[in-house]
């Protein structure tokens, strides 16, 4: 049991990209590295910054890499 754990816990099993929080935009950046629903694994809103720097609201993608 504890070699099938090794051997997911792989650092470079899980992918993150960062994209405008846009539908379009979020669907754009998916489609250009490939990735598919099923490798998925969470969408998470990043709040936009106002105060100190301007940063537009963004996704957090994570995903499984191949």
């Not at 049991?1 to 998916?30: D, F, P, Q, S, V």
């Not at 809103?45 to 720097?53: C, G, H």
């Amino acid at each position: 049991m504890a070699a099938t754990a090794l051997k997911t816990n792989r650092a470079a099993a899980i992918g993150e990209i960062y994209t405008e929080a846009g539908i379009e935009a979020l669907n754009a950046a998916l489609a250009d590295r490939g990735i598919g629903a099923d490798r998925i694994i969470s969408i998470l809103p990043v709040a936009a910054e106002t105060l100190m720097s301007a940063k537009a609201a963004q996704f957090r993608v994570l995903y499984r890499a191949i």
